[in-house]
């Protein structure tokens, strides 16, 4: 069965947009603002940022853009960040990634006060989420959790292997699973045998970035498959899962796209509602 994570991300903006219309009642001369800052023009980000853009203006929130040159300092690029932290009207912040090489992206996200950080890729959030505390999680794997409990997926109890140990998928995916129950492995382009652990798994998660890695016979029967990869192989675009033939023995798959993409921005704007609910002390 496909996870439709259009679907449901669509589902998601919808009751998004109504909470908004509520808030808009009660605060009706404020705006929910995220600011979005954008370093340099990579190809990717561009995308990834107008989309941003266009969905927060679909359920009522204020986008605000603030681009800079990529020969930008970095005590310059902080300036920036510390003028939003200080802006009454700024709900969240966050920094487009990747930065240039020139700058450290940790010390630039570490600028963001933790109230604003949206993301939650700064260590003060990503130390929150480690130790089990209240946080802003990260859009990408929280939005994946959120998903497998729209299906009725339980983890409690589980084998889920993450492929990946990104600081913005891997890392954090493999500690929410953990706060569902779920027995977790961690595994990455490094590991030995990488199908001794995907065999095992009852849930599969794969960011690893390389187009079709995981194949029919790296999977047990009717294990869940998602798939964060967004690859272009031969101009099309593909995960890190091989589809067509996975999806012949798993339960449920993500396509790709379609599947995982779409939930990183709805749950980054959920992120930014409840930023603006907390700073108004609601
Ligand atoms: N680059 C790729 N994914 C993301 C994301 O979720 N947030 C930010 N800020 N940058 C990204």
Same mark, same amino acid.
């Given at each position: 069965?496909?996870?439709?994570?259009? =679907?449901?991300?669509?589902?998601?903006?919808? @009751?998004?947009?109504?909470?908004?219309?509520? +808030?808009?009642?009660?605060?009706?001369?404020?705006?929910?603002?995220?600011?979005?800052?954008?370093?340099?023009?990579?190809?990717?980000?561009?995308?990834?940022?107008?989309?941003?853009?266009?969905?927060?203006?679909?359920?009522? /929130?204020?986008?605000?853009?603030?681009?800079?040159?990529?020969?930008?300092?970095?005590?310059?690029?902080?300036?920036? /960040?510390?003028?939003?932290?200080?802006?009454?009207?700024?709900?969240?912040?966050?920094?487009?990634?990747?930065?240039?090489?020139?700058?450290?992206?940790?010390?630039?996200?570490?600028?963001?006060?933790?109230?604003?950080?949206?993301? %939650?890729?700064?260590?003060?959030?990503? %130390?929150?989420?480690?130790?089990?505390?209240?946080?802003?999680?990260?859009?990408?794997?929280?939005?994946? +959790?959120?998903?497998?409990?729209?299906?009725?997926?339980?983890?409690?109890?589980?084998?889920?292997?993450?492929?990946?140990?990104?600081? +913005?998928?891997?890392?954090?995916?493999?500690?929410?699973?953990?706060? @569902?129950?779920?027995?977790?492995?961690?595994?990455?382009?490094?590991?030995?045998?990488?199908?001794?652990?995907? =065999?095992?798994?009852?849930?599969?998660?794969?960011?690893?970035?390389?187009?079709?890695?995981?194949?029919?016979?790296?999977?047990?029967?009717?294990?869940?498959? +998602?798939?964060?990869?967004?690859?272009?192989?031969?101009?099309?675009?593909?995960?890190?899962?091989?589809?067509?033939?996975?999806?012949?023995?798993?339960?449920?798959?993500?396509?790709?796209?379609?599947?995982? %993409?779409?939930?990183?921005?709805?749950?980054?704007?959920?992120?930014?509602?409840?930023?603006?609910?907390?700073?108004?002390?609601?």
């Amino acid at each position: 069965m496909i996870l439709d994570g259009k =679907k449901y991300a669509n589902e998601v903006k919808l @009751e998004l947009k109504n909470k908004i219309d509520e +808030i808009k009642k009660i605060y009706p001369e404020k705006e929910i603002t995220l600011s979005i800052v954008l370093v340099g023009n990579n190809e990717a980000s561009e995308i990834y940022v107008r989309n941003k853009i266009k969905t927060c203006s679909l359920v009522g /929130i204020k986008a605000s853009l603030i681009r800079v040159d990529e020969t930008i300092t970095e005590e310059a690029l902080k300036e920036i /960040i510390r003028k939003l932290n200080s802006d009454e009207k700024v709900n969240g912040i966050i920094v487009q990634l990747p930065l240039p090489k020139h700058l450290k992206e940790q010390t630039i996200i570490d600028e963001i006060a933790e109230k604003k950080d949206v993301d %939650g890729f700064s260590t003060i959030s990503k %130390g929150k989420l480690l130790s089990g505390a209240e946080a802003f999680y990260p859009a990408t794997p929280y939005g994946i +959790i959120r998903l497998l409990k729209h299906y009725n997926i339980d983890m409690c109890g589980k084998h889920a292997v993450v492929v990946g140990r990104s600081n +913005i998928v891997g890392k954090p995916m493999a500690l929410l699973l953990l706060n @569902e129950n779920a027995t977790v492995t961690i595994a990455h382009s490094k590991t030995n045998n990488l199908e001794d652990y995907t =065999k095992e798994a009852d849930i599969l998660v794969v960011a690893v970035g390389k187009a079709k890695l995981i194949t029919k016979d790296m999977v047990k029967e009717n294990a869940v498959i +998602i798939d964060v990869g967004m690859n272009r192989k031969d101009g099309v675009l593909c995960g890190d899962v091989g589809f067509l033939e996975v999806s012949q023995i798993a339960s449920y798959i993500t396509p790709v796209p379609g599947g995982v %993409g779409p939930l990183t921005i709805v749950y980054l704007l959920e992120n930014t509602i409840k930023a603006f609910l907390k700073q108004n002390n609601k």
